[in-house]
């Protein structure tokens, strides 16, 4: 009976060695492609994103404005609020020449371009110069809109800090003259800037395989004409 149970006893431990060391091999590889996820975005954007709008530059860009939901259940998101504010204060530096709100319209009761244009507007961004992407699903297929459908080649691009990172680094890989700008997080709690953290950083894992495999945004088509720069003047 002993001679039996050795057996067993010896095949249960290589069984439980060889779970132990495929996990540690997939955490290991996990934490590998964080980190060259992370290395990646700083490399290629960390020098382009700015927290003033006096850091970017003279030239007038084409502002690209990412999308969030504009309230969380029944508060306002102040990741929505803090990135308009950010816009408006591009918009009266005079360093942009005309917005793109690019955000989710999945639903008909769901339209974050809708709901950033009205909010632009409000605060005395001219209306015939904020052009809505309803189709900027995911910040990949915004940027890649922005530059195919859109044709901005020159673009400024506003979200929050980690998140226009990510945004910079996936426009430059392309070939695409993009700066960063920063908006606030002011306010924001230990939870919320948590989980933003971890969501980034699967997001950036992400961002490698769009751009080693060259996807096709979920939605493409023709073009559609910017208005002219010389239009862009601030109220």
Known sequence: MRQTAEPIMLS??????????????????????????????????????????????????VGLVLGCSKKIGPY????????????????QAGKLSCIIVSGDNSSPYYNEPRDMREALVERGVPRELII??????????????ANRIFGADKMLIVSQPGHVRRAVAIARSMGIDAEGYEASERGMGRSSRLRQ???????????????????????????????????????
């Open 132 to 145: 809505e992407d309803f189709a900027g699903l995911c910040t990949y297929d915004s940027v890649v809109r």
């Open 76 to 91: 306002n998101n102040l990741y929505f609020i803090y990135r308009i504010e950010a816009a408006v204060e591009l918009w």
């Open 12 to 61: 249960l431990r290589l069984r439980y060695t060889r779970l132990i060391v495929a996990a540690f091999l997939a955490l290991l590889l996990a934490g590998l492609l964080v980190a060259a996820a992370e290395a990646y975005t700083l490399i290629m954007a960390d020098a382009h994103c700015h927290s003033s709008a006096a850091q970017c530059g003279d030239d007038k860009r």
């Open 197 to 235: 953290a971890l969501r980034e950083r699967c997001a950036r894992i992400s961002m490698l395989y769009d751009l080693i495999s060259q996807r096709e945004p979920l939605h493409m088509g023709s073009p559609v004409a910017l208005p002219q720069p010389d239009a862009a003047t601030p109220n």
